[in-house]
């Protein structure tokens, strides 16, 4: 394993790669691979490629979020100018259904509300509104409405994870209870973690996916 002290410099030396982040507007904590993340972006788009910086490091076990989003003055939005840019970002999207999902803001945190077929629908709308001026936050409620089986979406996952990743996919258990999906058993890295929950989101008519996948040698 990797020891702390390397994984928190990697960690940092990921953060200032990317160019959307500024890297002393984070902390940084790691313990025994589990890494903790503190501060105050500057908007939620920085925090979200934040939080995706830190996953893309090898060695990264667990992420516990404790930043909070602090607009700077110029970019501060009433709630009814974020919702009308909202509503905008969605209409404008070509992979959001037309009228099937609204957003709901409150002192500039977004709730996303509705009902779609696919999780890419879903996915597409969280995009459209995650980056817009203004936003301090996001919450997902869209949900999925399922019109398979849990035996046609167990089918749909286990080939697309053979497609993939054909060794790591006979390690990976998966059970299916209506629309909600599990995942357990062991990958290499945090990549291959997500690789097999992005292949599980990518089933029709998955709503929810829970990954109990471990990371390890």
Do not use: C
Not at 116 to 121: A, F, L, P, R, S
Not at 167 to 196: F, N, P, Q, T, Y
């Amino acid at each position: 394993m990797k020891p702390d002290a390397m994984l928190r410099s990697d960690i940092v030396a990921e953060l200032n790669f990317d160019p959307v982040i500024t890297a002393t507007d984070v902390g940084v904590i790691v313990k025994d691979g589990v890494v903790t993340l503190t501060g105050y972006p500057s908007s939620h788009a920085e925090k979200h490629a934040i939080e995706r910086a830190v996953q893309r490091v090898k060695g990264v076990k667990a992420v516990a979020i404790e930043m909070r989003v602090k607009l700077p003055s110029a970019h501060e939005r009433t709630d009814v100018d974020i919702a009308a840019a909202a509503e905008h970002a969605l209409e404008w999207h070509v992979l959001v259904p037309e009228d099937k999902i609204h957003p709901i803001v409150e002192k500039g945190w977004v709730t996303l509300r509705g009902e779609v077929e696919w999780e890419y629908q879903r996915s597409a709308a969280e995009v459209a509104v995650r980056d817009l001026l203004g936003v301090a936050g996001l919450t997902n409620r869209v949900v999925v409405k399922p019109k398979f089986t849990p035996a046609d979406i167990e089918e749909r996952i286990r080939t697309a994870l053979e497609r993939q990743a054909d060794d790591e996919s006979r390690h990976i258990h998966i059970s299916v209870m209506g629309s909600d999906v599990s995942l357990r058993g062991k990958v290499h890295s945090w990549a291959e973690r997500k690789a097999a929950q992005d292949a599980a989101w990518s089933a029709p008519g998955v709503a929810n996916v829970v990954n109990n996948l471990l990371v390890g040698d």
